[in-house]
């Protein structure tokens, strides 16, 4: 049986998965495809291989670790692969954490190719709403559907562009604003201008209770033109057509946890290379690492 087509779906315009950000989304995928079938993997999706099978763009891509050539050593599905697969752990555990702890809803900005709702074990009446343009969720639904997939939650889609209004259609699709929530920006934030970052950020905490949790990923400062020449981003450009430089926003960032402290949230900053030793799996540091200004913020109001 199909999974029940989910509630509160309004109309944006927006653009699929084989062009822009959507690119990356499905870049996403194919590591976490990869990252599923390591003997070692710290993370499995059984969906994400469909996902990039079934955009013509990626189609040719690899979804097993078998189908990358220079294993570890590649750049791109090796090193940045890596990265995927561990950041996916680290918000998996993350969120099914929070959840065990009282949250009973969930909002994932840009939610893309985040399967989440279906291979997370969630306590009985969690929400998961997933925000992102229309073109990117109907390919998701396309491929969920042929899959005949059961969500594990009670799953709600909200087509909006974040640079524009999605407060409104967040809350016409069931959000509470009264129940304490985990919020997520993951792979998100350098993608939107400053002013979209801050403004998420204040309505964030404006629809949080007391409970609530955020966990976002940001860049810290501008990257060297050594780092910008870094294998992970010219290998991404000239084998898969994904330009990450050229779709990062080019003004200065704000300051997410400065603003977040201010607003009086506890903040946690770490590196994805703390939880690699953590885990003992994922990428380390070399020279001019484009990983090296990556953070992830974890942020919680009391």
């Known amino acids: 049986m199909p999974y029940a087509r989910d509630e509160g779906l ?4 927006g653009v699929g998965v084989e062009e822009g950000v959507g690119l990356t ?11 599923t079938h390591r003997p070692d993997a710290l993370a499995g ?15 040719g891509w690899p979804v097993r670790p078998e189908q990358v050539p220079d294993g570890e050593a590649d750049p791109l599905w090796g090193r940045l692969g890596r990265y995927f697969g561990l950041r996916t752990r680290v918000i ?22 985040d399967t989440r709702a279906f291979r997370l074990d969630w306590p009985p009446g969690l929400v998961v709403h997933e925000i992102d343009r229309d073109g990117v969720l109907a390919f998701k639904h396309r491929v969920l559907d042929g899959l005949a997939a059961v969500p594990k939650a009670t799953r709600r889609t909200i087509a909006a562009d974040l640079r524009d209004d999605w407060v409104r259609p967040l809350a016409e699709a069931g959000f509470d604003p009264a129940v304490p929530t985990a919020w997520l920006a993951e792979g998100l934030l350098l993608y939107l201008p400053p002013w979209a970052e801050r403004g998420l950020v204040e ?16 860049k810290l400062g501008v990257e060297s033109p050594q780092v910008r020449a870094s294998p992970v981003y010219t290998v991404a ?26 607003l009086g949230w506890a ?30 913020i974890f942020a919680g109001k009391s």
Request: proline share 6%.
């Open 10 to 13: 309004t109309s944006a315009v």
């Open 203 to 218: 309505s964030v905490n404006r629809l949080s209770a007391p409970g609530s949790v955020l966990a976002c990923e940001v």
């Open 237 to 262: 450009r000239q084998r898969i057509g994904v330009d990450l430089l050229a779709l990062f926003d080019g003004e200065p960032r704000p300051d997410s946890v400065g603003h977040l402290k201010d």
């Open 92 to 113: 998996d555990d993350f969120l099914v954490n929070t959840a065990r702890a009282g949250v009973r809803q969930v909002v994932l900005f840009g939610a893309g190719l």
């Open 45 to 59: 999706d059984p969906y994400a291989e469909h996902f990039v099978r079934a955009a013509t763009v990626s189609a």
């Open 25 to 35: 989304a499905l870049m996403v995928a194919a590591a976490r495809a990869i990252e």
């Open 267 to 296: 903040t946690t900053v770490r590196t994805p290379f703390d939880f690699t030793y953590h885990y003992g799996r994922g990428p380390l540091p070399v020279p001019n690492d484009s990983l090296a200004s990556n953070r992830w």
